[in-house]
């Protein structure tokens, strides 16, 4: 797009704080079958923090813990609890980012910086989105290291993974009423486009609602929904999110997969816990959505749900939180021709968020 003034390659990578970023990386290994790549810590040479790198398909994670009580990665993790602390983009030119940004209305987080090692150089920066999340610029074309200067390479072999490919799309929650602010945010200070918006009357159900809006970069590759609590009979799951968290911040990680029932069944083998639907919600599913290569009762088997629109169909599922407070998730996504989120799913989606919801007294 030719007045693209952000021009973006792909999400680079996502950045979690964590308290035990060790026993994470074990956690992402086994149950979601990501690689280590790469690491840093008192080994490398880092005095303030571990970090392991891991991959599958294009997406990379970065699990970061505190050396020292006094470090803001800690004060992170004890406000947010294990969180999404940066979204990072790989772009041509990081500092032209950083120019293009502020101007517009970003806060600047880090300013231009570049780190060279003997594997070349990295230059990145960084502004401030919701809450405590940076988004980072990163340029890694003059880079050939495993990582990140400071990083040595990690794990030799190359583990199946479970066919997660890419990143489809991160989801930030955000308070009652500042969703607007971050759509123009986003569109204004990064020249996203809206792609789809869903109001209270697509996402109420009897107790708690939410609004949201779908903001996508100009080649459709960087999609972020952003959430906000909408006034329902009992708490909102947005709002349940924001009070756990202490503020805005990531809510969910959609993970792309071409299988997604190869995919579920390895995670689910591995323990990584899911929500359940109703078993009438197959019942009902070939009247709604009409006839599927997928095997129905292997989707009901798995919990997976399905949806479907004017372009084609997506299958999707979404695991309970992650860590103890009901805050981060993941969803596994498999597109085929769809670009929506599962609208109709929704109502029996967010009916199974209730009934947990419930069971952590917070409804
Ligand atoms: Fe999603």
New binding site residues.
């Given amino acids: 797009m030719s007045d693209d003034f952000l021009p973006i390659q792909a999400i680079d990578h996502v950045e979690l704080y964590c308290g035990n970023a060790k026993q994470a990386a074990h956690f992402y290994q086994t149950g979601f079958g990501f690689a280590p790549v790469a690491g840093s810590g008192l080994e490398t040479g880092n005095r303030r923090a571990a970090s392991y790198v891991l991959a599958q398909g294009d997406i990379r994670l970065v699990l970061t813990a505190a050396l020292g009580p006094d470090d803001p990665i800690a004060r992170h993790v004890q406000l947010h609890g294990d969180g999404v602390a940066v979204i990072a983009l790989r772009v041509p030119d990081a500092a032209a980012a950083y120019r293009a940004t502020t101007p517009r209305g970003a806060t600047g987080a880090i300013p231009p910086t570049e780190v060279a090692d003997d594997h070349g150089r990295l230059r990145f920066a960084a502004i401030r989105a919701y809450g405590d999340t940076l988004i980072k610029f990163v340029d890694r074309a003059g880079y050939r290291g495993p990582f990140a200067p400071g990083y040595e390479a990690r794990g030799d072999s190359e583990p199946a993974g479970v066919g997660l490919a890419a990143i489809d ?1 991160l ?1 930030g929650n955000v308070e009652l009423g500042a969703m607007n602010r971050w759509v123009a945010f986003f569109a204004q200070t990064m020249g996203f486009s809206q792609l789809v918006h869903f109001d209270d009357a697509d996402i109420t159900t009897e107790y708690s609602a939410l609004m949201s809006k779908v903001m996508q970069d100009g080649t459709g590759r960087v999609k972020f ?1 952003i959430n906000e609590p909408a006034e329902g009979k009992r708490k909102s799951q947005i709002q349940e999110y924001l009070d756990y968290y202490h503020g805005p911040g990531v809510q ?1 990680i ?1 993970c792309a997969t071409d299988d997604i029932i190869h995919a579920v069944s390895q995670l689910r083998d591995n323990g990584i816990e899911f929500l359940r639907v109703p078993a009438a919600y197959y019942d009902e599913l070939a009247a709604r959505v009409g006839p599927l290569p997928q095997p129905v009762e292997a989707l009901a088997d798995l919990g997976i749900l399905v949806d479907r629109d004017e372009e084609g169909y997506l299958l ?1 599922i979404f695991t309970r939180p992650v860590g103890d407070r009901p805050t981060l998730f993941f ?1 596994i ?1 498999e597109r085929r021709g769809s670009r929506g ?2 609208k109709g799913n929704f109502r029996a989606l967010f009916e199974a968020i209730e009934r947990e919801q419930a069971r952590r007294g917070n409804l």
């Fill in positions: 799309h989801v929904p969910h959609a999707q969803e996504i989120f599962g």
